[in-house]
């Protein structure tokens, strides 16, 4: 039998972060989770907590660190609009200091480290559905760009660590992903309407409704992560994460009433700054890999909705974000 793997995961106590940790810990790996709690919480992994494979430290990625890992996902940045838009240089800060520090710790230490990227990077694309050699159409200068370009220029540096060293990189474009230990309040689209047609409110539809996402299951994205992390040296990417199957937010709304039973009325909002029409993964190469998502989104909202109706939501006030 060999060692255990030691696998560091940054932003670990997050929406995705503590999923990831729980995946991992059940294959048998020592999990390091490494979070400042900026959006994240202690009580996401609280259940992880006895665990003897798992330990917790509150670290800021932007802060170099040494500690001995055999593989490093890196997922520390604040994901929603609402909280990376809060403090935008510090988002940039996280997105590409706390990338440069975790390339310079796998390099030290010879590990393999995975870049939890986006679909942002595509920004508002003339090209439908999004495959990874599509460049994006990325304003530099919007209220979305210190996220946008942020991990854009994570990316880069990944690249680069890959050609200036030969590092093992392995870089992920996450498409929207919901499920729970979503925040309630963090404006996030599966979240904001669950909690409004919970809490009875209206929900809230930004412009006619009619502009599209696809949504993926946390436990189908976790699956995908851990199978690129697994793939062989030459497999880099990027690859696309996400669910192909396209909604209107109009759909998505009419799913979520039908699924809590709710009267909720729609409300209809101005349309926010440099929001996309329309975002749909190419999943072809994420495919080749033997991954594809396989949670409807019917199941997957009423697994998120149960996590919800489980909470407090008389309090938290929802922020205006698609
Ligand atoms: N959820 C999605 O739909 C989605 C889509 C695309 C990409 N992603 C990416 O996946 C990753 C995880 O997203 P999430 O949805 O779980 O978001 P999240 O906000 O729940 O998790 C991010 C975590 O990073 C931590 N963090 C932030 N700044 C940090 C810093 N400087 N040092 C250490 N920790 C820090 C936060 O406290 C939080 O625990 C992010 O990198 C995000 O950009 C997520």
Redesign the pocket.
């Given at each position: 039998m060999g060692e255990e793997k030691r696998v560091l995961v940054?932003?670990?106590?997050?929406?995705?972060?503590s999923h990831l940790c729980e995946r991992l810990l059940s294959s048998g790996a020592r999990v390091l989770c490494?979070?400042?709690?900026?959006?994240?919480?202690a009580a996401?992994v609280a259940h992880l907590r006895q665990h003897p494979g798992f330990q917790l430290m509150e670290?800021?990625?932007?802060v170099p660190i040494s500690v001995e890992v055999d593989e490093i996902y890196n997922?520390?940045?604040?994901?929603?609009p609402v909280?990376y838009q809060r403090e935008p240089v510090?988002t940039t800060r996280?997105s590409v200091l706390?990338a440069l520090n975790m390339l310079e710790l796998a390099n030290r230490q010879g590990a393999k480290i995975l870049q939890?990227?986006?679909?942002?990077v595509y920004g508002d694309p003339a090209v439908h559905p999004q495959p990874e050699s599509y460049w994006g159409n990325v304003n530099p200068v919007g209220p979305r760009s210190c996220?946008d370009e942020g991990?854009r220029c994570a990316e880069t540096l990944f690249f680069d660590y890959r050609r200036q060293y030969g590092l093992g990189i392995k870089v992920a474009r996450?498409?929207?992903?919901?499920g729970p230990r979503?925040?309630p309040d963090?404006g996030?689209v599966v979240s904001n309407f669950i909690v409004q047609a919970l809490r009875g409110d209206g929900i809230s539809i930004f412009g006619d409704g009619s502009q599209t996402r696809s949504f993926c299951y946390v436990d189908d994205l976790v699956d995908g992560l851990i199978r690129l992390m697994a793939t062989p040296d030459s497999m880099t990417g990027p690859v696309n994460l996400g669910n192909p199957t396209e909604f209107s937010m109009l759909e998505l709304a009419q799913e979520v009433l039908q699924a809590t039973g709710s009267k909720s009325a729609i409300a209809y909002l101005p349309l926010p700054v440099d929001d996309p029409r329309q975002r749909k993964p190419d999943i072809a190469l994420a495919r080749s890999l033997g991954w594809q998502p396989t949670t409807a989104l019917r199941t997957g909202l009423r697994l998120t909705i149960a996590h919800f109706e489980g909470q407090d939501l008389a309090t938290p006030r929802l922020r205006n974000c698609a």
């Open positions: 940054t932003g670990g106590a997050g929406f995705v972060g490494l979070d400042n709690f900026y959006t994240g919480s996401n670290h800021d990625v932007c997922l520390a940045c604040p994901a929603s909280h510090q996280t706390g939890a990227s986006t679909s942002e996220y991990k996450i498409f929207n992903t919901y979503m925040q963090d996030r």
